[in-house]
């Protein structure tokens, strides 16, 4: 199958690198500095840091995009998909996991998740919406998997915000994790991941790698589960299709998603490389994977499984 014409439809905002936002986030000392991207002046060839103060002004001064709605998820459970359908409305900024996120969450996490740093979270967020350039009208992120375990700061810092948890069969999830595993759940970052869903788990370093992964999916899974009632839309990976299309209707700003022919190329190609035709969720565990951890993980699955069912209508803005 060839892929159409690589260009945007007609009216597409700017990509996300011809935008101001951050791109680096980092502590110098006492100091906070935030790079940002592009440069204001281009002739610059050099980084432009943002103080964090100067940040604040700005974002309480100058026209910024609302943020419409933030996507947590599971992992693995087409999140990268769904952003890619929402980017296909012109009046969407839309963000996948931002590689500054992760340093945020990282500088700020002991306090984001004793309910200090909210004011923090929401600038730094809200910064990605800087400089809006025609059509553009909202702001949708889709945050990193471990954004689960700091809900309760996004929600006091977005208290009106919608947002949508995405979550997956475990099974699908841990093959995929265990075929291709993110950077961050290398075993040197264990302890670290540990910590932020479960100060309390110590027998992570001695798990097996299977075991480790699915251990990651059932406690997000469990903690999405513990603050279900933040979520106006929860979403089975197992009915994205519709879902999925339904929820980019539903954020998106002109009311109606572009051309067929757009949509459909989104969901027939892989959604980490359009290049590549989707094959199907073909990575399984056969049903006797692995273990105790793998029995938890399905559990917390089927619980949210039973909640999608009661939920009416299905989705909710």
Not at 163 to 174: C, K, T
Not at 281 to 297: M, V, Y
């Amino acid at each position: 199958m060839t892929l159409p014409e690589k260009q945007p439809p007609a009216g597409r905002a700017a990509p996300a690198d011809e935008r101001e936002y951050p791109r680096d986030y980092r502590r110098l000392g006492a100091d906070i500095l935030v790079t940002m991207r592009p440069l204001p002046r281009p002739s610059l060839d050099r980084e432009c840091f943002q103080s964090w103060p100067g940040l604040a002004q700005r974002i309480g001064s100058e026209p910024v995009l609302p943020v419409a709605a933030l996507i947590f998820h599971c992992s693995r459970c087409g999140s990268t998909l769904l952003a890619r359908l929402l980017e296909l409305d012109p009046a969407l900024r839309v963000f996948s996991e931002p590689p500054a996120l992760p340093k945020f969450l990282a500088a700020h996490s002991a306090a984001l998740r004793r309910g200090a740093a909210v004011d923090e979270l929401r600038t730094f967020i809200q910064a990605f919406g800087l400089a809006p350039k025609p059509p553009e009208r909202r702001l949708i992120m889709k945050l990193t998997s471990r954004a689960v375990a700091y809900l309760p700061a996004f929600r006091a810092a977005f208290p009106g915000t919608p947002f949508v948890y995405l979550f997956r069969d475990p099974a699908g999830v841990v093959a995929s994790l265990d075929a291709n595993p993110p950077p961050f759940l290398r075993d040197d970052q264990r302890r670290e991941v540990a910590a932020e869903f479960d100060p309390h788990a110590a027998e992570v370093e001695s798990l097996g790698c299977t075991d480790w992964l699915a251990w990651y999916v059932d406690r997000n899974l469990r903690l999405a589960w513990r603050h279900r009632a933040e979520f106006g839309n929860a979403i089975d990976y197992a009915d994205h299709n519709n879902d999925y299309l339904d929820f980019a209707r539903r954020f998106a700003p002109t009311g109606q998603m572009p051309d067929p022919s757009w949509v459909a190329r989104v969901l027939n190609r892989h959604s980490k490389n359009p290049e590549l035709a989707f094959t199907g969720g073909a990575k399984t565990f056969a049903p006797d994977w692995p273990s105790a951890f793998a029995d938890a993980a399905n559990e917390a699955y089927r619980l949210w499984q039973g909640e999608t069912k009661k939920r009416s209508p299905r989705l909710r803005s």
